[in-house]
């Protein structure tokens, strides 16, 4: 060897190593910032998975700063071949892979004998709009088919910032009014007993899309016979409610991570996530309807006991509001929807953590529905944090605290 090989050799030796320490230092940060409440179920392991994305996102971010790939592509990427596993299909399940009007769909039909046609659920995957996937669900779909012999069908509906809203939500209506149309026919299922569900942003597309179709009242389509929401993303309107402030640095979903995948959603403009966290992009003329939906004082004396500070009414900035309109629509926020858009609704389950800085707009969808005089299952899990369920059955990466939210899901679909 050389001298010049030598050289270049430890020189790369070396910019590797700045480069590691650079990442190691900057999770080091990010994990300082992290705040695991005791209550948490497997909170140590929680410390160990976040430690791992938040590497993963680093590295991400610096990637994208040179110019080498986006750092929502390098997370995907990362997940799909190492954080994704997709276990050989399990006796009694036949699954496929198909299109849906055009939209990937991942159909799983149980081989057991069956009096009669089966029930269905349209299930989307959550993510935040840009990282969910069917592979990412594979899991949990295949365990909801077995367990309540339901045929389930995951949905591969386009992702942001390639594709912003509203594509993500017409992909999930338009795979679903295929699925009602041709549920009996093709798969031997009762259209009447098709449900519609997902987790996180899934579950924020399910709640848009029943009212979207309540809306439309398209008379040839019956209509979803219920909505599964799982720690649902509700709105976009109060960023400082308690279970924000509560659990704004505690993982998997930090405070600005939430307010960072609805802007991608929207329109992709970064500079704006301080303003929608203070919440200048609210006009004047609907804070008082906001206040009627959104105040602490409709949550249970429970959801208050961890501290709570009132957020001083931000000044009004009409530029910002302009930019983020769409964000205060029901199609984005469904828990800002209009009573009459509430009261068409189907039976819902509501599914919230108490770790999860999405809990109270769970609880206060509830209330919504339930001042209609609407058919709702709440169940609360207490020690629970935001995205369990996508740790079901994943091996090194499972926890224990997952399979009893999806119990709890289980428990609800066999009862449709």
């Known amino acids: 060897m050389d001298i010049g090989t030598a050289i270049l050799i430890i020189g790369f030796a070396a ?32 410390h160990m998975v976040h430690g791992l994305f938040v590497g993963i996102a680093i590295v991400g971010r610096i990637l994208h700063r040179l110019g080498v790939c986006h750092q929502i592509s390098f997370l995907r990427r990362f997940v799909a071949c190492f954080l994704t596993r997709l276990n050989p299909v399990p006796a009694g399940l036949r699954v496929k892979d198909i299109k849906f009007s055009d939209v990937p769909v991942r159909v799983y039909e149980p081989t057991t004998v ?74 031997s299922v009762d259209p009447r007993r098709v449900a519609v569900g997902g987790d996180s942003t899934g579950a924020n597309l ?6 979207r179709l309540a809306r439309r009242e398209i008379g040839h389509l019956l209509f979803p016979c219920a909505q599964v929401l799982i720690y649902p993303a ?30 991608q959603y929207l329109n992709g403009d970064m500079s704006l996530c301080q303003d929608v966290l203070e919440g200048i992009h609210v006009p004047n003329e609907l804070k008082p309807r906001y206040e009627e939906w959104l105040s602490p004082s409709n949550l249970p004396a429970g959801f208050l006991a961890r501290g709570y500070d009132k957020h001083p009414t931000p000044e009004y900035n009409g530029q910002v509001y302009h930019a983020m309109k769409d964000g205060l629509e029901h199609e984005v926020s469904p828990l800002l929807a209009e009573d009459a858009d509430i009261q068409k609704t189907p039976p819902t389950f509501i599914l919230t ?38 740790f079901f059955n994943q091996g090194w990466l499972g926890f224990p605290s997952a399979v009893q939210v999806l119990d709890c899901v289980v428990d609800y679909i066999k009862k449709l």
């Open 15 to 46: 910019l590797v190593a700045a480069f590691l320490l650079l990442v190691i230092g900057l999770v080091y940060s990010e994990l300082m910032n992290s705040d695991i409440p005791h209550g948490v179920a497997n909170r140590w392991k929680l």
């Open 114 to 187: 069956c009096d009669g046609l089966r029930r269905g659920l349209v299930y989307f995957p959550g993510g935040g709009w840009v990282l969910g996937n069917i592979d990412s669900v594979d899991e949990v779909c295949r365990h909801i088919a077995k367990e309540t012999n339901t045929t389930v069908v995951s949905v591969g509906y386009r992702l942001a910032p390639e594709h912003r809203y509203p594509a993500p939500l017409d992909d999930c209506e338009a795979a679903t009014c295929h699925f009602l149309s041709v549920a009996e026919a093709e798969f």
């Open 206 to 211: 399910a709640a848009a899309l029943c009212q």
């Open 234 to 263: 509700l709105q976009m309107a109060d960023f400082n409610l308690p279970s924000y402030q509560q659990n704004h640095a505690v993982p998997i979903l930090f405070r600005g991570r939430m307010a960072f995948y609805f802007l």
């Open 353 to 390: 953590c108490e770790y999860d800085v999405l809990r109270d707009e769970g609880y206060l969808y509830r209330k919504r529905l339930l001042d209609m005089e609407k058919d709702v299952t709440w169940h609360h899990v207490a020690g629970g944090f935001h995205g369990m369920i996508n």
